[in-house]
């Protein structure tokens, strides 16, 4: 699946600002959102969808999204969070590689959120990141 972008972030041949990392689970900065702490959780191998994800891939997912949504939450305070997850090209999935959007939302936001916006730059990613993972840590320590 040399094709993929998301399985390019995984090898390192595409950058990305990471988050968190294990044997099973990649999650890094949205590079095209309107929220700078839009984190994307995505299975290190290739799969294409929900409906081909397996129980183990799914529980991981799932945990770690949870941990990152609590150090997004410790991070940045934000009135709250959604988490997104397209699936399909019909219903707007635009990358067919299995990943949940974590974005934090402030009462100001529109309800619907759409994207790419902008680019935030690379060293912005990179501070919002710094500041997840340390309260990932954090967190982790308690
Ligand atoms: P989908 O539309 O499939 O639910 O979400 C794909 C997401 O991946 C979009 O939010 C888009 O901004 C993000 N994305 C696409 N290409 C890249 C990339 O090269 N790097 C990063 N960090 N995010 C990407
Ligand atoms: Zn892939």
Redesign the pocket.
């Known amino acids: 699946m040399t094709a993929c972008?998301f399985c390019k972030?995984v090898t390192g041949q595409?950058p990305?600002?990471r988050v968190y990392e294990d044997a099973q689970v990649l999650a890094?900065?949205?590079?095209?959102?309107v929220n700078p702490g839009?984190v994307?959780v995505a299975t290190k191998s290739h799969v294409e969808d929900v409906y081909a994800l397996q129980d183990a891939q799914a529980a991981a997912v799932a945990q770690v999204a949870a941990r990152v949504a609590r150090a997004i939450r410790a991070a940045f305070a934000p009135d709250g969070l959604s988490v997104y997850?397209?699936n399909g090209k019909a219903a707007?999935?635009?990358?067919?590689h299995y990943?949940v959007?974590l974005v934090p939302r402030h009462q100001g936001d529109a309800m619907a959120f759409t994207?790419?916006v902008r680019n935030p730059p690379r060293d912005q990613l990179e501070a919002h990141a710094a500041r997840i993972r340390a309260a990932l840590g954090q967190l982790q320590g308690e």
């Open positions: 972008v972030i595409i990305a600002t890094f900065m949205d590079i095209g959102e839009h994307l997850q397209a707007g999935q635009t990358v067919l990943h959007h994207w790419p």
